[in-house]
């Protein structure tokens, strides 16, 4: 959950780096093209989210289970947290499998679309992680502020109610007429 959430703060934190970069009259960072090498970040952390999740697969398979597969589909049908995790795991596989520049170019439109569908895996995580919790037991409280907030940043932007920033795409953002360069 911890990687998957950096992995989905990337986008909101080079905004707000801008702006406070553009707030303090910083000489770096004005731009949001300044905060691009954080993109280059998300796909290393992405995939070591889907590395980690397989991991997690594979110690469920080893020592709960016994590679029994039998057992393993029973469980999946009786408890709803292991249900959660394979439907997180399963949209996880497209999305780690199409993370490369030639499928972003073969993809399109589309590979936004299906990318997107790490809010759902994300949401799929959460649910998988309280499920799995004793009652009483709040450890996955804080993963789920982060989240909520971040879903929460999305539908802003996504209904209007939060404008887009100039630069958003990464080009360049031309300087407001009262700023100069330092």
């Not at 959430?5 to 093209?33: E, Q």
């Not at 999305?95 to 990318?115: E, P």
């Amino acid at each position: 959950m911890v990687l998957l959430a950096v992995t989905l703060t990337v986008t909101p934190l080079r905004r707000l780096l801008s702006v406070l970069s553009r707030r303090t009259a910083r000489r770096y960072g004005k731009r949001i093209s300044d905060w691009n090498w954080l993109v280059r970040l998300r796909r290393p952390l992405g995939l070591w989210c889907f590395a980690y999740t397989l991991a997690h697969l594979w110690l469920f398979l080893e020592f709960d289970i016994a590679w029994d597969w039998s057992s393993a589909w029973i469980e999946i049908g009786e408890k709803p947290y292991l249900t959660a995790g394979s439907l997180a795991l399963l949209l996880l596989i497209p999305i780690a499998a199409t993370s490369t520049q030639a499928m972003m170019r073969r993809l399109g439109k589309n590979w936004v679309r299906l990318h997107r569908l790490s809010y759902l895996v994300a949401i799929l995580g959460l649910l998988h992680f309280w499920w799995l919790v004793k009652p009483g037991l709040w450890r996955p409280l804080p993963d789920s502020l982060v989240l909520g907030g971040l879903l929460a940043y999305r539908v802003l932007l996504h209904t209007g109610w939060m404008e887009q920033w100039k630069g958003w795409d990464g080009s360049e953002v031309p300087e407001a007429p009262g700023e100069r360069r330092r």
